[in-house]
C-alpha cells in the first residue's frame, strides 16, 4: 500500500525557510512523480510544485517561482521542498502526492492518486 508522510512543517517568521519532507513506504518512489500542493483556510487546494520520477523535470506554481525548489533523494525514498523568503500568503496545509511516472507531471490535484496527510506551514511575525 502506498503511504506517504510529510513533516517539517510549523511556525517561521516572513522571509524564514523551511525545509518540508515526503517520506514514502510500501512503494519505491523512483517510479512517481510528486507533487507537493497546499491548502489556506477557506480556499481551494493549489498546486505548488512537481518533480519527476528522475529529477529531470520540475515544475512550479508562478507565486512560489524562484523561492520554492523541490528535490528528491530516491535511495531515501523522500521528496523534500525547500520554501525560502515564506511570505504570510505561504500559510497552508501542505500536502504531498504521487503519480505514476507514464503521465505527465503537472500541478493538477486530480492526476495524483495516493496522497498524504499534510503538515501545516504557518508564516507569521
Given at each position: 500500500q502506498l503511504r506517504l508522510v510529510e513533516s517539517g512543517g510549523g511556525l517561521v517568521q516572513p522571509?524564514?525557510?523551511l525545509r518540508l519532507s515526503c517520506a514514502a513506504s510500501g512503494f519505491s518512489l523512483n517510479t512517481y512523480h510528486i507533487g507537493w500542493f497546499r491548502q489556506a483556510p477557506g480556499k481551494e487546494r493549489e498546486g505548488v510544485s512537481c518533480i519527476s520520477s528522475s529529477s529531470g523535470f520540475r515544475n512550479y506554481a508562478e507565486s512560489v517561482k524562484g523561492?520554492?525548489?523541490?528535490?528528491r533523494d530516491n535511495a531515501k525514498n523522500t521528496v523534500y521542498l525547500q520554501m525560502d523568503s515564506l511570505k504570510a500568503e505561504d500559510t497552508a496545509i501542505y500536502y504531498c502526492a504521487a503519480l505514476g511516472r507514464l503521465r505527465p507531471c503537472v500541478l493538477s490535484e486530480t492526476a495524483f492518486h495516493s496522497w498524504g496527510q499534510g503538515t501545516q506551514v504557518t508564516v507569521s511575525s
Open positions: 522571509g524564514g525557510s523561492r520554492f525548489t523541490a528535490s
